[in-house]
């Protein structure tokens, strides 16, 4: 079966190609879709998810950096490193746009080739949520399978989180914050404290004296923010597309996706906006 809209590429390996497709390994890259079903909208639904597996990894790009450079007190390279996260996390929001140009029934005319298949299955988007702080014990569980497989998602599961450098960062610039807090056995969840969100208080108080530590928490905000409005939007897509219908995966669908939909990474950045 000849897959629809199938892209040029040359037929006798990539001996005098372009440079830039030689480079970039163009010609690899559209040899990934391969489409099941006759639907052209199942090839749509390829190269979508091959997009966002592709951002996924340029958001973990520039939060491994800010880790880092957090860690090293570089503070505004760190800052720098957390914009274009942030540029590339919107880049994500927006791909869902695509997805809802397909009416339900074009969906489900391919859905059952799916089986067990899910986005929640994809490595990076695990090994992007360890990386900034989520480490709940359910969704190790869930990929467990795929830790030795993987060796990114297991380095991500026992290394400091993002969240766990920005603590640090503020206990060296003064802040009283219980070593336990942001130095805690590799791989556990994290568990909001009174202590950080007086930090951070006190922080957004007086944003002059603490300059730094005050575009640092923006920008983890800023961060978490878009990660919630990519949740919120899938959401809402899968309600437009499936209605409660139960989601693949073995998920419960629309009920467990907002159950997600209600996490925050960061959270005491969120609930300081209270005492203000």
């Known amino acids: 079966m000849e897959q629809p809209s199938s892209c040029p590429r040359q037929q006798n390996g990539s001996e005098g190609a372009p440079p830039y497709v030689t480079y970039a390994h163009m010609d690899r890259l559209h040899e990934l879709q391969q489409p099941r079903s006759d639907s052209p909208r199942e090839l749509t639904f390829l190269l979508i998810s091959h997009v966002k597996e592709l951002l996924f990894r340029a ?19 760190a800052c720098e490193s957390l914009s274009r996260a942030v540029r590339v996390q919107r880049l994500l929001v927006n791909v869902w746009d695509t997805m809802t140009a397909m009416s339900p029934d074009e969906f489900l005319a391919f859905r059952d080739i799916l089986g067990e298949a899910s986005g929640t299955q994809s490595f990076m988007y695990r090994t992007l949520e360890f990386a900034l702080g989520n480490k709940d014990p359910r969704t190790v569980a869930q990929c467990s399978r795929s830790m ?36 805690r056995e590799p791989g556990a969840p994290y568990t909001p404290s009174p202590a950080v969100e007086q930090a951070w208080l006190a922080v957004y ?5 603490w300059r730094q530590a005050h575009r640092v928490a923006e920008l983890l905000t800023e961060v978490s923010y878009q990660f919630s ?20 995966g073995g998920t419960a669908g629309l009920d467990w996706l907002r159950s997600v939909n209600e996490h925050r990474f960061f959270p005491e950045l969120w609930t300081v906006r209270t005492l203000l």
């Open 59 to 77: 958001v973990l790009v520039e939060v491994d950096q800010a880790r880092e450079q957090l860690r090293e007190s570089q503070v505004d390279q």
């Open 148 to 183: 030795d497989l993987y060796p990114e998602l297991k380095k991500a599961l026992y290394a400091p989180s993002l969240y766990d450098e920005a603590l640090s960062l503020l206990v060296r610039m003064g802040a009283k914050i219980p070593r336990g807090v942001y130095e």
């Open 205 to 209: 108080q007086e944003p002059t004296r």
């Open 229 to 248: 409005r990519w949740r919120a939007t899938h959401l809402l897509v899968v309600e437009r597309m499936l209605g409660s219908k139960p989601g693949t």
